[in-house]
Structures are given as C-alpha cells and as structure tokens.
C-alpha cells in the first residue's frame, strides 16, 4: 500500500517561512516524480512545483518561483518544500503526489499517489 504523508503546515505571518515535508512508503521512491500542489478555498487544485526523480531538475510556477524550493532525498524516501516569503495569498491546504517517470509534471492527472494534505494559513 502506497502513502503519502505531508507534514510541516500550520499558521504563518505573511513574510515567514515554513518547510513541508512528504514522508512515502510503499513505492519505489526514485522512480517517481515528486510534486507539491496546493488548493484554496474555493479554487481548484494547482500544482506549484516539481522535482524529478534524481532531485537535478525541478520546476515552478510563476506565483512561487523565487521563493519555494523543492527538493527530496531519496534514501529517506522523503520530498520537502521550504517556502519562504509567505504571503496570504498563499494560504491553501497543500498536497504532494508521486508521478512516474516520464510524466508531465504540472499535469494533476499524470500523478498516481496523492497524500492527504496540509493546512498553511499565512495571516496578513
């Protein structure tokens, strides 16, 4: 059985910082790609960042480029996002999700795993 697990979210001040964490288990950890999506009240779910299975290349979106990083280390079997310069419009339950190599990373279908999620809350 396959988990995914994020911790690390809680209630910031607009301008602080918070690193998440995703613990897997059950899959083979390096063959996936790692992604962090998040979802706002009333939004649809939207991927934010990627890293590929080695953890050389990742990728952002604009909202976030600058100021979150991706990373993972593949003998913990364990994927992290530190963010930094939070702001309140980041504020959104936030998720990651492994999808195999080959996938295109920003596409939410494309990812198998999901975990449950992790409220971050950035307060102005």
């Known amino acids: 059985q396959v988990t995914l697990v994020e911790s690390g979210g809680g209630l910031v001040q607009a301008g602080g910082s918070l690193r998440l964490s995703c613990a897997a288990s059950?899959?083979?950890?390096?063959?996936?790609?790692m992604g962090w999506f998040r979802q706002a009240p009333g939004k649809e779910r939207e991927f934010i960042a990627g890293?590929?299975?080695?953890?050389?290349?990742?990728y952002y979106v604009d909202s976030v480029k600058g100021r979150f990083a991706i990373s993972r280390d593949n003998d913990k079997e364990m994927a992290y996002l530190q963010m930094n310069s939070l702001k309140p419009e980041d504020t959104a339950v936030y998720y990651c999700?492994?999808?195999?190599?080959?996938?295109?990373?920003?596409?939410?279908?494309?990812?198998?795993?999901w975990g449950q999620g992790t409220q971050v809350t950035v307060s102005s």
């Open positions: 999700a492994a999808a195999p190599f080959g996938s295109t990373w920003y596409v939410a279908t494309e990812y198998d795993y």
């Open positions: 059950g899959l083979i950890f390096s063959n996936y790609v």
């Open positions: 890293v590929s299975w080695s953890g050389d290349n990742s």
